[in-house]
């Protein structure tokens, strides 16, 4: 485990995140709706995004990027795509960070 | 009692004094206003309203000169809530466009036991079709059509879905706020129509309003079934076409159009979901009223099942 993959990742349960999808039609991609409960904020996510933040959101506490990533890895229906907590944090993390969905704790 | 028993001199004595109970479906009004316009607004537009003094009423309004230079040089007026002025008073002219926005602004303010969205409905064999729209997207237009077409008019501007029945619309049927080029449009497109006084120069520019049917009127207090929604877009020129909107889009820009979304939270959130998960979602393009009117009539057919 690197130093990177080690850096903790919560939500605050009082403030939940509310996911909201439906079936996609017309060879439409799928979209996932996230509102934040704490700031009223609304954003369209990916299926992938909406797994991480399942995935924080279920976990009590903080859990950190190693953890969500071989989490998210079990999800995949792809057991053999190759990725690591470093593309996890730039593609996911870091962006919901930015959008305060969620927090990245103190180490 | 309606306000057809009701005769101008009346109505002007009622704003005058004590003011004027008006009954707009979900909410009561006391107006009170020593404008000529806004009597004669109210007596050209509301006379088929009912009205009868009730010790309570949701909002009381008043529509007031400010005094001073301004009674007599370009005179202005203001709208008053509760005694409060929330606006720049505005010209005299304008006295009953000033009323039907201050109108909105209470609903949209203060109605809370709603989830409130910037759009208009219109229903017909008991499905509503509610059409959120950015200003100037031809909404206005495209509803005055289809209700001049025999569709009854739940509301142009605000759609209102209950918390406590949220798989219906609510009307808050009022005259439909006309702008610009769509005047001359709808005087031509329905010319059986009653339109008040064009008033140019407004915020929205040129403005008159449009009386809505009778039949719309008379079933004020009868709530529609929601079943579509369709995000209107006038463009000159375009073809009349209508494609899919996935429902997470539809969403997107409903919440983005809503003056509560983010009071009621949660609450909020489980509401707008409801809505977009029971009714089919449409992107509409038009510029061809006739051919608008043929596609939406095919369209709540199809929904509602009818031949």
Redesign the interface.
Known sequence: MNKVGQTAWHINPDHPI?L???A???G?AS???A?H?AT?D?H?ITPEGAQILDIIQNHSGTISADEITEKFRTLLADPEAEFDSSDIIEAFLVPFRNLELIEESAQ | MTMSDTSISEITQKLNNDGLCLHTGPFSIRVRSEIPEVAEGIHRFYSSYPTHDTDFCDFHIGIHSPGGLRRWFRPQVNFELDGLIPFKPMPKEQAFATFEWGYNYCISSYAHQYLIIHAAVVEKYGQAVIMPAQPGSGKSTLTAALVSRGWRLLSDELTLIPIEARDSVIPITRPINIKNASIEVMKNFAPQAHFGPVVADTAKGTVTHMKPTSESIARINDPAQQRLIVFPRYQRGSQTRLSQRSKARAFMEMAQQSFNFNILGKTGFDILYNTVDQCACYDFGYSQLEEAMELFEALIEQQAGTP
């Open positions: 509310l909201a999808d439906w996609p039609s017309n439409e979209e996932v709706i509102y409960s009223g609304t369209l």
